[in-house]
C-alpha cells in the first residue's frame, strides 16, 4: 500500500504543480544520497532509466498503458474507484486518515519525524518534493 501511495502523491504533487504553471514542467526528484528516482518532463513521469511510468491529462493520471491510476479533487488525491488516498495541506502531505508522512523544506523533502529523504530541483521543486512520502 505505502509504494501505491508513493507513487500516486509523487505524480499529484507534479500534477499540481504543472496545473498551477504556464511553463514546462521539468523536474528531477532524488533520493538522500543524491540517486535519480524519477524525471518529469511534458506531463510524463520516467523513471531513472527512461521508462514511461505516468501521463499527466488535466486533473487526471494516466499509467504507462492509459490506465485510469489517480484523479485530482482539490487537494484530495483519490483512487481510479474514487478512494481518497490522501492530502496536501500546504507543505504537508498526509493519508487518508490525517497522518502526517512528510513536509517540504524548500528543496529538501522530510518524512514525519524530520529525517531527510530526498531533494528535488527543476521548475515546481516543492510539489515534485511530495512524491517521496508514499513511494517509499
Do not use: C, H, P, W
Amino acid at each position: 500500500m505505502k509504494k501505491i501511495l508513493l507513487g500516486i502523491v509523487i505524480v499529484g504533487v507534479l500534477l499540481i504543480g504543472s496545473l498551477q504553471s504556464k511553463v514546462a514542467l521539468a523536474d528531477e526528484v532524488r533520493s538522500a544520497n543524491g540517486s535519480l528516482i524519477a524525471r518529469i518532463a511534458d506531463r510524463e513521469v520516467r523513471s531513472a532509466n527512461g521508462s514511461l511510468l505516468y501521463r499527466l491529462d488535466g486533473s487526471e493520471v494516466r499509467d504507462a498503458s492509459g490506465r485510469l491510476y489517480l484523479r485530482f479533487e482539490g487537494t484530495e488525491i483519490r483512487s481510479a474507484n474514487g478512494s481518497l488516498i490522501g492530502r496536501f495541506d500546504g507543505n504537508e502531505v498526509r493519508d487518508a486518515s490525517g497522518r502526517l508522512q512528510g513536509r517540504v523544506e524548500g528543496s529538501d523533502v522530510r518524512d514525519a519525524s524530520g529525517r531527510l529523504m530526498g531533494r528535488t530541483q527543476g521548475v515546481s521543486m516543492r510539489q515534485s518534493a511530495l512524491f517521496f512520502f508514499f513511494l517509499q
